[in-house]
């Protein structure tokens, strides 16, 4: 499991000599702290077994954090080595005789966890790494004789699933996989629904399979046939072109932001343009069955009684979904006309934004003049139907590549999931999109780019040459003028008008620019561990006061949302900070503005203050006291993997 604090004691006990001479002399409780991943493995009786410790960086004289990218890389001789798909071996100790079943079992947890991590390296000062870390990590020999570089590679721990399409022979090793997570489907349909369902594939509804050692071990049945003008009125698509393809303009626009100020006159004005520009896109969505038999019967018998909570077709921790919703025309009428009975299929509710106010011009350079978008076709396919074996279904990813392969036309997967169902490890890839309040329809719609399979994703310091590409992500940004004051600012001086350090950093990918992050310093770190009780989630001596940020800005493109978290890690190593903070003010007061990572903070307790009776001390209060009331409360949350970094959001009571 995770590793906390109180672990500590029991793993200092299993230091040895040897562990010393492969990763020198660490303090404990800071690698615990500033890990971005650490995981204990512990006995029956709670003692602890091992414990590995991984950074997104190495702990090591000969490299930066900032800039080991770059370094590493080109002194080893690697190719395709990123902050995206590595981690480092800081620390690892395992009682013996369990040394080596401790580590293989860290390494497979560690690459479940992490999906796109594909390497793990070891820098030791020392060739002799012990037998338990010798089986998983090959030593790499060109490089510097002074320092000694091993690798462990994620095919001999958690491999890539084979995906294949579906053949009919898959039923014998697919019903079972079934029958185990729900009988549902084999009682309503026999023992070879699967196999029919298999056999009924066409150009428009087709079947995956994943193959581990010969067997089928998970199954996507996905199809093209989607109601696009139906889920455009339940669900807000703006950010996703409304799930058509685009002539002109976007490829994504900024999601969040824009939902802080809504406006029922200006959400009920866009919802018409919305079916309006839907309906004259054209052919778009059909609202017909898959192919005859099963997915006909899938339609419309199972589907209804799952929604209706008569029948669990999805466990939580094995994977089955049942597929978006497929009403008609007149049907779709009437969920927007009258609320619908509970258990009918459908989408979800409505949360529609209003249009952030023009920015001040003189603030900020010329804007980048937006087009009107014209819409091509639909572009969206959608998971009918979804099983995997508990034990791959951290790969199920693996299936998305495949899947839009399928469909080379398509730049979206949808897949509709019950409230009552809760999120399994195919959903953590995908992004939810917000309901509308005018639909009652009881489903969550979860939506993936083919942008997203994308993994060149690069994090760095922002330069002169980004401010078209920044003005674009943010033109229906709330705060888009303030982001580019502070961005302007940055780039005059890279500290504010106080002498506050000031950082920008941009993620692109492929060269173009999909998110911009803005932290300043936290110049008053001692005010807000008085005033707030961060220390309920860190030990404030292990963090430097150079390592507290505060974030003021960030925009991430509603197509990459997903890598929110990953940036803020990476803006973390690149400014070598260990902490962020985030303040929400109900008048937006202070300069920051509405940030996507906002899902990922968590609210932190103020701490009591005393109140002193000013009028009855005769006007002299202690000099401590400033006389104003204090209003914020702080967030924490450890990032991205789970250890070490936190994210710290201050927000008003009010709010």
Known sequence: GRTESIDAPQIMKLIERSTEKIFGKMNIVNIIEKAVLSITLTGENGEVLGFGAFYDSPLHKAYEAKTWESSLPEKYGLTSVTSLNTLFLQYFVARRPYQHDTAQEILRTVYSA?????????????????????????????????????RCERHSHVPQLHIRTARPEDNDDL???????????????????????????DENHRALVAEVGGLAVGFMCVSTEVDVGLL????????????????????????????????????ARELEEVTEVVEEAGDGATSTAPPPSIAESLKSGVVEDIAKGESSVMDASRSISIPPSRISESQSEDVLDKPKAAGEDG????????????????EIPALVVEEKVELGEASAFCIQLFCIDERYETRSID???????????????????????????????????????TSTLEQELYLFHRG???????????????????????????????????????????RDDNGTPLYSLVMECGGQ????????????????????????????????????????????????????????????????????????????????????ALHHLVQIKPRRQIIYPVELMKGSPPATYNNVPVDNVLKSLPHYWGQGFWLLQVASESV
């Open 114 to 150: 992490c999906i796109y991590v594909h390497n793990i390296f070891l820098l030791s000062g020392t060739a002799h790494i012990g037998t338990a870390l010798s089986e998983s990590f090959a030593r790499l020999r060109d490089g510097p004789k002074e320092e000694k570089l091993f």
């Open 399 to 437: 299936f998305m590549a495949e899947a839009f392969k399928l469909f080379p036309e398509k730049n979206y997967c949808v897949i509709t999931i019950p409230h009552t169902i809760s999120e399994f490890p195919l959903l953590q890839s995908f992004s939810r999109c917000t309901p509308r309040p």
């Open 175 to 201: 019903t079972p996989l079934f029958t185990q997570q729900n009988a549902v489907l084999r009682q309503a349909y026999g023992d070879y629904f699967v196999a029919e369902l298999i056999e009924a594939q």
């Open 347 to 362: 989408a979800a509710s409505e949360a529609p934004t209003a249009e952030p106010p023009a920015a001040a011009a003189e």
């Open 452 to 494: 997203s399979l994308l993994q060149n994703i690069r994090v760095r310091f922002g330069t002169e040459t980004d401010a078209q590409g920044i003005q674009y992500i943010t033109r229906k940004y709330q705060g888009k003028s303030t982001v580019m004051k502070d961005y302007t600012q940055y780039l005059k001086a890279y």
């Open 513 to 596: 620019i999909i998110g911009v992050a803005v932290i300043r310093a936290e110049m008053d770190t001692e005010y807000l561990r008085s005033h707030y009780s961060l220390e309920d989630f860190i030990y404030f001596t292990q963090h430097l006061p150079t390592e507290h940020g505060h974030l003021f800005h960030c925009v991430v493109t509603a197509t990459f949302s997903t890598y929110t978290k990953f940036f803020l890690r990476e803006c973390l190593r690149l400014c070598s900070m260990s902490c962020l903070y985030y303040t929400v003010r109900p008048d937006r007061s202070d300069g920051h503005s509405p940030v996507e």
């Open 232 to 267: 455009n009125k339940c669900f807000e698509l703006k950010p996703y072109n409304f799930l058509h393809a685009v002539k002109k303009e976007e490829d994504g626009e900024s999601s969040v932001g824009t939902d802080s100020n809504f406006d029922p006159a200006e959400a």
